[in-house]
């Protein structure tokens, strides 16, 4: 998913007319994923998933989650991913921004199933602009560096080198687990 969300990044230089103290918010798309429950490690609350193509995804399943004893070998894992990027140009002498929040709901209904989600905020700096590509570079904190083709010339070209954006990801992933159907 880093890969998807990393792109829609790129995406929103394709926006035009972003103007300082304003921010875009580039909506992700739903993805669902199946699975089948092939083992499970009870001490270690390892599950083993065998997904649609064949491999096999090892997940642990954190200590908030009250129901793992309830999910057998066989039973269906369904997972949603939903992610969303928001970019604001900085105000000159704004500070800085780096944080990081996560959350996790089990289900209140007694069942298998939990909602969790992140949201990441950073300030980054352009670093490089080339129109031959055409392409930015830019870099955050603890040597977070991004480069990327841009593919809308004309917006790319209301950016220079030094201008400051905050960039906000967010991440929901809402699973379930359900017997398998006779």
Request: aromatic share 4%; hydrophobic share 40%.
């Amino acid at each position: 998913m880093k890969t998807l969300t990393l792109g829609a990044l790129m995406m929103t230089l394709s926006i035009p007319g972003l103007a300082a103290g304003q921010s875009k918010t580039l909506p992700g798309e739903m993805v669902t994923v199946k699975a089948k429950v092939e083992a499970i490690e009870s001490e270690s609350r390892t599950i083993n998933l065998r997904m649609d193509d064949g491999r096999i995804e090892t997940i642990v399943a954190p200590d908030e989650m009250k129901t793992f004893n309830q999910i057998k070998v066989g039973d269906i894992v369904t997972a949603k991913y939903y992610d969303s990027i928001t970019v604001r140009k900085k105000e000159p002498g704004e500070p800085d921004i780096n944080t990081w929040q996560k959350g996790l709901t089990p289900s209140s209904m007694g069942k298998p199933a939990a909602t969790a989600a992140k949201q990441r905020t950073i300030s980054a700096a352009v670093t490089a602009i080339d129109m031959n590509v055409p392409s930015i570079t830019l870099k955050g904190p603890k040597y977070w560096t991004y480069s990327s083709k841009v593919a809308d010339k004309d917006a790319l070209a209301k950016l220079q080198v030094g201008d400051r954006v905050d960039i906000t990801w967010t991440e929901a992933l809402l699973l379930s687990v359900v017997p398998p159907t006779k």
